[in-house]
């Protein structure tokens, strides 16, 4: 059973998040609160496995809230309720950084409170799922300083950004267990580890493109890897993020303000030009189609692929026919297997995957379910990555580390 504490000012939402909670057998809601402050009293008395965590409350917010959390109980797992504006769409962004697992936003224009739950429901009880999945109980332990490494940080902890401390990979279930599957959520099963690459000759082959899928623990992923990347990348990169609108070109703005290469939300018929990179926009479909000489950008509106849109299997499969051998594929960290059918493609057409190892990842869902088909000719962690793509974009064989392939 997950425990969850709901952590919101709104009586109306703390109403139908337990409501929308309460339709999952595995799933358990132990105690709400107001703000902040009561929030971590809780905690302390509860031991929750989860907390779903509003960002704008009085007397203690929800960013206020989250760094106390992240000191005291760094492998504690924490959604943020957010709102699809401008200005919540600029705060979840600040909660990520901050250490938040993964975020939802709350419910607009729906037309009844059944409506709402199900909005609510489809959306929070994966990520609840993916995020606690075989990690219950002491999740909420207080994290005991270690001398010498920062007071954040314990022994079972990593850290990203700013040194802040973050849960451990959790390990998504398959199915609930009346066997029903969770959507988005489907993960290659423990005991089948992926098989190793073979290590034969090291790709030297030119890459044209590099293409970039990713999800839950995505943005920081995303920015850890995009901000090590010299401002004269000789290749595009074109990425699928799955977040909502707004979202998209808030996370896009705020990448190009720190990254050395042009970072941006695409659009239709923009060229695809070395050195930028290309983010989905929330809600379409981002596809590379070749125009005379040139390749562009193409949106569309087609239905979600893997509850998906933006989704990673529609771009990647552009890319192979686009692209074909002379690409670099990589997946990262996210929940579900959006990105295995595109890698099938992809391999096909001869290029290279590369997925983000286990260790590494919030959610090893994604970059699982293609290690695991034995589609990546490498696993690596995520502070190689960009290494790695850098060697092979500028012709290199990458690491020896990393010298390895299918």
């Keep these: 059973m997950i425990s969850v504490l709901v952590v919101d000012d709104s009586v109306v939402v703390r109403r139908l998040i337990t ?21 971590l009293a809780k905690i302390e008395q509860l031991h929750p496995d989860l907390v779903t965590l509003d960002i704008e409350m009085p007397i203690m917010d929800g960013l206020e809230t989250l760094r106390a ?34 975020y939802v ?43 010498g490494i920062g007071p954040n940080i314990g022994p079972n902890t990593r850290t990203y950004g700013a040194g802040h401390a973050v849960a451990p990979p959790m390990t998504p279930p398959l199915a609930r267990p009346g066997g029903n599957p969770l959507p988005g959520a489907t993960r290659p099963p423990a005991t089948a580890p992926p098989p190793a690459p073979a290590r034969t000759a090291p790709r030297t082959d030119r890459v ?44 896009a703005d705020r990448l190009d303000r720190t990254a050395a290469l042009n970072v941006v939300e695409a659009t239709g018929d923009m060229v695809v030009r070395p050195g930028t990179v290309y983010i989905a926009p929330g809600d379409f479909h981002l596809e590379v189609h070749r125009r005379g000489t040139e390749v562009v950008t193409k949106l569309n509106t087609g239905p979600p692929e893997n509850f998906c849109r933006p989704a990673v299997d529609v ?29 099938e493609q992809l391999r096909g057409a001869g290029a290279e995957i590369v997925a983000q190892d286990e ?17 990546a000719h490498a696993v690596l962690p995520l502070g190689e990555i960009a290494h790695h793509l850098i060697s092979r974009t500028a012709g290199g064989r990458g690491a020896k580390s990393m010298e390895v392939t299918r």
């Design 69 to 102: 959390i992240r000191a005291l109980y760094a492998r504690l797992p924490v959604i943020m309720f957010s709102t699809l504006t401008a200005a919540g769409a600029t705060a979840t962004l600040d909660a990520l950084s901050a250490g938040a697992s993964d």
């Design 105 to 147: 936003t709350k419910p607009a224009n729906v037309g009844s409170v059944a409506e709402s739950i199900r909005s609510v429901r489809e959306q929070i009880i994966p990520r609840i799922h993916a995020l606690c999945g075989g990690r219950r109980g002491a999740l909420a332990a207080p994290v005991r300083p270690s001398i």
């Design 208 to 251: 044209e493109v590099v293409t970039i899928g990713c999800s839950t623990g995505g943005p920081d992923a995303l920015t850890t890897v995009v901000r090590a990347l010299p401002a004269n990348l000789p290749v595009p990169v074109v990425v699928v993020q799955h977040m909502p609108p707004v979202f998209t070109k808030m996370f």
């Design 359 to 375: 260790a590494t990842s919030v959610v090893w869902g994604m970059p699982g379910a293609v290690a695991t088909a034995g589609l």
């Design 19 to 39: 409501d929308a909670l309460s339709d999952d057998p595995e799933i358990r809601v132990v105690g709400t609160a107001p703000n902040g402050k009561v929030a």
């Design 315 to 343: 771009l990647f499969r552009s890319v192979a026919k686009t692209y074909g051998r002379a690409t670099l594929a990589i997946i990262l960290t996210g929940m579900g297997q959006d990105g295995k059918r595109g890698a």
